[in-house]
């Protein structure tokens, strides 16, 4: 069955038999396109142009949406148009957490997800991930990531993490990671990472620098450091100014809060 324009529909569990055991009733599940394809035998809602998913928290939006209401998950793609830029590009919203990809597909009953090339934001802080897995915890796993403050498609620099586990609000933890500029890697590198992305409470962990052109000097990434807590009071922080000339600077500094 083949509905046109968009409309809205939606899932909800079927009423059970009484058999002395309570069972929670499932979630809502609504969704709208375009044009909308429900397959009765397999449970498969193919939904294509300005498809929207939403359950409780969660809102999917694509191009493509592919629903199984009957196991309780949804796959979203969007796709190229003839000029190579996207169209419906995957949106995945649940609470504070946003992601942009290329391709998702998501459990509402574990709250597991898995994404393919995945933006998010947090703060000023750009988290791009090759590969995402999503916890229930709201922990994102990640392979082959980007972290930056260039809000480029393409960052003029970021440092490559190999893995990393993003704890949204709070902190991002990597495995072995390098600095690059655009693709081309530089020397410095770290054997894991600690990020922290909360800004009303500096937590301890590695400052991202802001980017910008010197002049005769080159490119240069500043204010890059560390950042320590020194009791309930002091702060210190290592910063370090690089140029692509081959200039750099670095120096301390500390803070008292009375």
């Not at 009765?40 to 498809?51: E, K, M, N, P, R």
């Amino acid at each position: 069955m083949l509905i046109s324009p968009a409309i809205s529909a939606q899932t909800a569990a079927s009423d059970s038999v009484q058999t002395g055991i309570s069972e929670e009733p499932r979630e809502v599940v609504e969704y709208d396109a375009e044009d909308i394809y429900f397959a009765v035998d397999s449970g498969l809602a193919y939904l294509t142009g300005d498809a929207k998913v939403v359950s409780g928290t969660m809102t999917l939006a694509a191009h493509r949406i592919v629903l199984d209401v009957n196991a309780g998950e949804v796959c979203a793609f969007g796709k190229r148009d003839s000029t190579g830029a996207w169209v419906g590009r995957p949106q995945f919203k649940d609470g504070t957490q946003t992601f942009s990809q290329d391709e998702v597909c998501y459990n509402f009953e574990t709250g597991k997800g898995l994404s393919r090339h995945a933006v998010t934001t947090e703060q000023e802080i750009v988290f791009h991930a090759e590969r995402a897995k999503r916890q229930p915890d709201e922990t994102v796993h990640v392979r082959d990531g980007k972290f930056t403050t260039c809000d480029a498609d393409n960052p003029h620099f970021h440092f490559h993490l190999t893995k990393a586990i993003m704890v949204p609000n709070e902190k991002v933890v990597s495995g072995p990671l390098y600095l690059k500029f655009r693709k081309i890697p530089t020397p410095l590198a770290l054997p894991f990472g600690w990020f922290p992305l909360q800004r009303e409470k500096q937590n301890q962990g590695i400052l991202l620098p802001g980017y910008g052109d010197g002049g005769n000097l080159g490119f240069f990434l500043k204010d890059l450091g560390y950042y320590m807590p020194i009791g309930d009071h002091w702060d210190a922080k290592l910063l370090t100014d690089i140029y692509t000339g081959g200039s750099w600077a670095a120096r301390v500094t500390s803070n008292y809060n009375y």
